[in-house]
C-alpha cells in the first residue's frame, strides 16, 4: 500500500480509496494498531553512533603514526627507553587533540529525527484528536491548519487557502499555495500542489490531507537513507598525509638498509651498526608532524571561527582552501530570502519605475528615468500603494525591545507591498483604521486573484490583486492620476510587453486594480468583476541578492573557484540572479531537474563544466550535480540550508550549512557551519583554508629538511669513517626540543597577502610539491656543509670528541634556527618580511636559545646530553657558518623574485597584444 502509487497523480478519492482509509471517519482504532505493526512508527531508525573510544582509535590509522609505533618500539626494545616514552606520549598527544576536534559526530538522523518530534490531530474512528506524530500511519487523515508542521507526506483531500512553507524541502522562497486536483505522473517534487510533506509547515488556510507514506518512506526518510549511505570522502589533507607518510616509510627502510649494509662492509659489528641505524632512522621521522598537522588545523579553526564558520571536522579547513567548485543554494545564501518590489509599471505613459531598498525597513526611493520621485504626491503611485496594502493580509512590525530589525508577520509577497506603501508615504495602519474591510474573496490557486470590499468616503470599492494575466483580462479601464481611461487594445499589447519584459527578469508579477461601486459576492466568486474592472500598474517583486556576494562570486573566479546555483527554484529566477551575482557568465547553461534527468552520466559529464545554473532539482539530483564534479577531477563545496542539501552537504568535500537559517539536518549533514550565513563568510574560510595550507607546507619544509641534514650528516661520518658526530640524546633534542619549540610556532604565521590570487591546490599535488623540492636541496646543502664542514674542521683539529659533539650539535641546531626564517616565505626576503608579524615565532626562537645555553652551560644537562661549555669566540664562530644557510637561501629568493617580475611582464605584454 504505501509507496506503490503515485499518489500525486491520482483524484483525491481514488488516494482515500488506495488507502482504504474515510474522509468523515479515518481510521479506526484497530486498523490503525495493525498499521502501525505493518509499516512501523512514523520515525527514522536509530543508527549506531561513534564512541569517543573509536574516535579516538581513528586517530592511529595514518602511516606517519605506524612508522612512529614501530621506531618507538625498536628503541625499546635496543634500551632506548627515554626515547621510546617521548615518541609514545608525541603520538598519544596528537590522538587526543584530534580525538577532541572531532568528538562530534556526525548527527544527520538525530537532526531529522527532531523534526518528527512533535503532535498533530487526526481524525481516527471518527472523532477529532491529538497524537504524537511517531503514531501516525498511512490512511490516517490529519487536520491541518495554519501555523501546523506537516507531520507525514499526505495527499490533500480538501483545501480553503491552504499555503505551505516548503523552502527547507524544496528551496522554494515562497510558500506555495496548495490545491486538491490530480497532476502528472512526472511532475517535479517542487509542483506537486496537492501533495505536502513531512518537514514542512502550514503558513495559511486549513484542509485535510490523507498520509500517504511515513517513517523512511516519505520525503525525509527517502533524504536520511541518502546522507547515511552517501560515502564521505576523504579529505585532500588526510589523502596528501597518507602519501607522505608512505614516501617516509619507504625512505626510512632504505636508508636502514643502506646503513647496515655499509657498517656490515667495512666489518662494524651488527649490533653497533643496528642501533646507529635505528638512530638515523627516528632521526629521519619528524616526530613533531602529526602534533604540528593538528595544532595547524586547530588554529585555522580558532581563526575561522573568529571569522563568523563554525569548523565540524578539522581537516575540513586545508580541503575547503583546495576548493574548486562550490555549489551553492540561491534562497537565503545568495538572496536576502525576504521579498522586495523592485519594479513598478503604471501604463498611462509606460512609466517603468524603480524602487530601491531591501528587507522589510520602510527605507529606499522611487527612480524614474534616472530621477528622484516624489511618491506621496503623486497620485497613481499613492492609489497603488492604497490598493497594495488593503488587499493584503499581512503585518509589518517595526524594531521593538526584542528585534532591532523591520520583520512581516504573513506572506512574505504581500510583506512586501506593505514595505513598497511604507516606502511611498503611507502609513499601513491608518489606512486600514480608515477603510475598514468589509467582505474579501481570499486568494486561491485557481483564481490566482484576490479581492478585498471597503467603503472609501461613502463609496463601496473593491481592490483586487493577482496574475497580470488574469486580472487583465477583467479590466476595461486604467487608472492615471485621479482620472480614468479606457483600456483598448494598442494599451492591452503595452501592458502585456511590459509585463514579459518584467517576467524575464526574474520578477514576481503582480497587477493591482479595483472596482468603484462594487460589492463581493462570495457564491458567484469574481465574475462579477468582468470588464468593471480598473488596472492600476504591475508590481514587480524579487528575493533580492545580498550586497555582498556579487564581490565575494569575483574572488572566488579571481581565486580559480567556480561558483555554481543549485536551487529548488525556477530556471528562469535563478538565472537572472546568476547573472546578476556574476555566477554565470557569456554562454553558460541552466538547466532544470527535469532536463537533468535526461542527460546520461556522459553527457552531463561533457556538459558540466560549461552549466551554471541548476534549477528545480531534487536531492537525489544535488548528490548527482556533486559527484559529476567530483568525477572530473574537483574538490567540490555545497553550501546549503534545507533538508534537501543533507545528502549532498555529506557528499561534497565540504558541506557548508548555513547557521541560521539552516535546518539542524544540514548542519549536522555538513563539516562546516557558516555562522551569519553570509557567503563572503565562505570567502574568508577559503581564505584561511589556503592559508592553513601554506603553512603546512611551510611545516613540511622545515621538517624535512631538518630532518633530512641530520641523517645526511650521520652518514657522510660512517662513510668517511669519521666518529659519530652526534649522540643519540643530542639527536633526540634536536628532533624535540629544536624542532618543536619551532613547528607549532611555524603554523601561526600570518597571510602573505595573495592567498586569494593563487589557483586551488591541484588533488594530485603531494605535500612534497616540485616548488617545495625545488627548495629542498639548495637548503639541505647549505646546513649539511656548515655542520659536516664544521665537524670535520674540528675533528682535524684534534680538538676533544665532547667539545666537537657540543659543537657540532649547536652549529646544526643554529642552521635550523636559521631554516625557520628562510621557511617563512618562498619569496619574500627574511629582511623584508617583518619577524614580529609572527610573535609566537619569535617566542620560540627565544625559548629555543634559552634551552639551546642551558643544555650546554648548565653542568646537570651537560651531564645528561654529554655537552661541555664552548667559549664565546667558537660560538660567534658558528652563528657565522651557520648563516651560510640563510645567505644562499637568500639569493636564490632573489633570482626567483627577479623570473617572477619577468613572467608577470611577459604575460602582460601578451595580454596587450
Not at 508577520?409 to 503611507?426: C, F, Q, V, W
Not at 477583467?474 to 510587453?497: F, K, M, P, R, W
Not at 531537474?593 to 552531463?604: F, H, K
Amino acid at each position: 500500500m504505501n509507496g506503490h502509487f503515485i499518489w500525486h497523480s491520482l483524484q483525491s478519492n481514488e488516494a482515500i480509496e488506495k488507502l482504504k482509509s474515510n474522509v468523515t471517519y479515518g481510521l479506526s482504532y484497530g486498523e490503525a494498531k495493525e498499521r502501525l505493526q505493518q509499516f512501523g512508527p512514523n520515525e527514522l531508525p536509530n543508527t549506531k553512533k561513534r564512541t569517543l573510544l573509536s574516535i579516538f582509535l581513528h586517530q592511529f590509522l595514518s602511516p606517519l603514526i605506524y612508522l612512529l609505533l614501530v621506531a618507538a618500539g625498536i628503541a625499546f626494545f635496543i634500551g632506548e627507553v627515554r626515547d621510546s616514552i617521548v615518541i609514545l606520549v608525541v603520538v598519544i598527544l596528537n590522538a587526543v587533540i584530534g580525538a577532541y576536534q572531532e568528538g562530534r559526530a556526525e548527527q544527520s538522523l538525530e537532526g531529522l529525527r527532531r523534526l518528527s518530534k512533535l503532535r498533530t490531530r487526526i481524525l481516527r474512528g471518527g472523532q477529532e484528536q491529538t497524537i504524537e506524530a511517531s503514531e501516525i500511519v498511512p490512511g490516517d487523515i490529519i487536520v491541518l491548519s495554519s501555523g501546523d508542521a506537516v507531520p507525514a507526506d499526505a495527499r490533500l483531500i480538501e483545501t480553503s487557502n491552504i499555503a505551505v512553507a516548503e523552502a527547507a524541502l524544496t528551496g522554494e522562497s515562497l510558500p506555495v499555495v496548495k490545491c486538491i486536483a490530480a497532476v502528472a505522473e512526472n511532475t517535479p517534487l517542487a509542483d506537486r500542489q496537492n501533495m505536502i510533506f513531512a518537514g514542512t509547515h502550514i503558513t495559511a488556510g486549513r484542509g485535510l490531507a490523507v498520509v500517504t507514506a511515513t517513517g523512511v518512506n516519505n520525503e525525509i526518510g527517502k533524504i536520511a537513507h541518502l546522507a547515511t549511505t552517501t560515502v564521505q570522502p576523504k579529505t585532500q589533507l588526510e589523502l596528501r598525509i597518507q602519501q607522505f607518510g608512505r614516501y617516509l616509510v619507504a625512505a626510512a627502510i632504505i636508508v636502514f638498509c643502506l646503513v647496515v649494509g655499509i657498517g656490515l662492509l667495512r666489518g662494524i659489528p651488527f649490533a653497533q651498526i643496528f642501533m646507529i641505524a635505528i638512530s638515523q632512522m627516528v632521526s629521519l621521522v619528524p616526530e613533531g608532524l602529526p602534533v604540528a598537522m593538528t595544532v595547524a588545523l586547530a588554529v585555522g579553526v580558532q581563526r575561522m571561527a573568529r571569522r563568523g564558520t563554525i569548523v565540524r571536522r578539522l581537516a575540513a579547513v586545508e580541503t575547503l582552501g583546495s576548493t574548486t567548485i562550490i555549489c551553492t543554494d540561491k534562497t537565503g545564501t545568495l538572496t536576502r530570502n525576504e521579498m522586495a518590489v523592485t519594479a513598478i509599471y503604471l501604463p498611462i505613459g509606460k512609466r517603468e519605475i524603480t524602487v530601491t531598498g531591501v528587507g522589510y525597513a520602510p527605507e529606499g526611493e522611487f527612480m524614474e528615468r534616472g530621477y528622484k520621485l516624489t511618491a506621496n504626491i503623486d497620485r497613481t503611485l499613492q492609489k497603488l500603494f492604497e490598493a497594495s496594502l488593503l488587499c493584503n493580509d499581512s503585518q509589518l512590525l517595526g524594531p521593538d525591545a526584542s528585534n532591532s530589525q523591520w520583520r512581516m508577520l504573513g506572506d512574505p509577497t504581500e510583506g512586501a507591498l506593505l514595505t513598497l506603501a511604507a516606502k511611498g508615504g503611507t502609513d499601513p495602519i491608518s489606512i486600514r483604521k480608515q477603510y475598514h474591510r468589509t467582505a474579501e474573496l481570499p486568494f486561491n490557486s485557481d483564481s490566482k486573484m484576490m479581492a478585498t470590499q471597503h467603503s472609501i468616503d461613502g463609496q463601496n470599492i473593491v481592490y483586487l490583486k493577482g496574475a497580470p494575466e488574469i486580472l487583465l483580462d477583467l479590466c476595461d479601464s486604467v487608472y492615471h492620476d485621479g482620472h480614468v481611461e479606457t483600456l483598448n487594445e494598442n494599451l492591452h499589447v503595452e501592458i502585456q510587453a511590459a509585463a514579459k519584459k518584467m517576467a524575464n527578469s526574474a520578477l514576481r508579477l503582480l497587477a493591482i486594480g479595483f472596482v468603484r461601486d462594487g460589492y463581493i459576492d462570495g457564491s458567484r466568486g469574481f465574475g462579477p468583476f468582468s470588464g468593471k474592472v480598473t488596472l492600476i500598474g504591475l508590481i514587480g517583486e524579487l528575493d533580492p541578492p545580498r550586497e555582498e556576494v556579487a564581490a565575494s562570486v569575483r574572488e572566488c573566479r579571481a581565486a580559480g573557484i567556480k561558483p555554481v546555483m543549485v536551487t529548488g527554484d525556477h530556471k528562469v529566477t535563478g538565472l537572472a540572479i546568476a547573472r546578476t551575482l556574476g555566477i554565470s557568465q557569456n554562454n553558460d547553461l541552466a538547466i532544470d531537474g527535469q532536463e537533468l534527468d535526461l542527460l546520461t552520466d556522459e553527457a552531463l559529464a561533457e556538459k558540466i563544466d560549461s552549466i551554471s545554473v541548476f534549477a528545480r532539482v531534487h536531492p537525489a539530483q544535488k548528490l548527482r550535480i556533486v559527484e559529476a564534479y567530483q568525477n572530473k577531477g574537483h574538490i567540490v563545496a555545497m553550501t546549503g540550508d534545507g533538508v534537501n542539501d543533507a545528502p549532498a552537504l555529506v557528499r561534497a568535500n565540504v558541506g557548508v550549512a548555513m547557521g541560521i537559517t539552516g535546518t539542524e539536518v544540514a548542519k549536522e549533514a555538513a563539516k562546516i557551519v557558516i555562522t551569519d550565513d553570509n557567503f563572503s563568510t565562505i570567502v574568508a574560510a577559503i581564505s584561511e583554508g589556503r592559508l592553513v595550507y601554506q603553512n603546512i607546507k611551510k611545516l613540511i619544509l622545515f621538517l624535512f629538511v631538518t630532518s633530512i641534514d641530520e641523517v645526511v650528516v650521520l652518514f657522510l661520518a660512517l662513510i668517511f669513517g669519521y666518529p659519530i658526530p652526534l649522540a643519540a640524546v643530542q639527536i633526540l633534542w634536536i628532533n624535540l626540543v629544536t624542532e618543536g619549540t619551532l613547528t607549532v610556532n611555524l603554523i601561526m604565521e600570518p597571510p602573505e597577502g595573495d592567498e586569494m590570487t593563487r589557483l586551488p591546490i591541484s588533488p594530485n599535488q603531494p605535500l612534497l610539491d616540485r616548488a617545495l623540492l625545488s627548495r629542498i636541496p639548495l637548503m639541505i646543502l647549505a646546513s649539511v656543509a656548515s655542520t659536516f664542514g664544521w665537524f670535520t674542521y674540528r675533528t682535524s683539529m684534534g680538538v676533544d670528541s665532547t667539545l666537537v659533539q657540543t659543537e657540532t650539535f649547536t652549529m646544526l641546531a643554529v642552521c635550523q634556527w636559521f631554516n625557520v626564517l628562510n621557511c617563512r616565505s618562498a619569496l619574500h626576503s627574511v629582511f623584508s618580511w617583518n619577524l614580529f608579524k609572527n610573535p609566537w615565532l619569535v617566542g620560540g626562537l627565544i625559548l629555543g636559545n634559552v634551552l639551546h645555553m642551558a643544555v650546554i652551560y648548565w653542568p646537570p644537562l651537560n651531564r645528561f646530553f654529554h655537552t661541555v661549555p664552548i667559549d664565546a669566540e667558537h660560538f660567534v664562530k658558528i652563528g657565522a657558518v651557520a648563516s651560510l644557510v640563510l645567505w644562499s637561501e637568500e639569493i636564490r629568493k632573489i633570482i626567483a623574485r627577479s623570473f617572477r617580475q619577468k613572467r608577470e611582464i611577459q604575460n602582460e605584454s601578451a595580454m596587450g597584444l
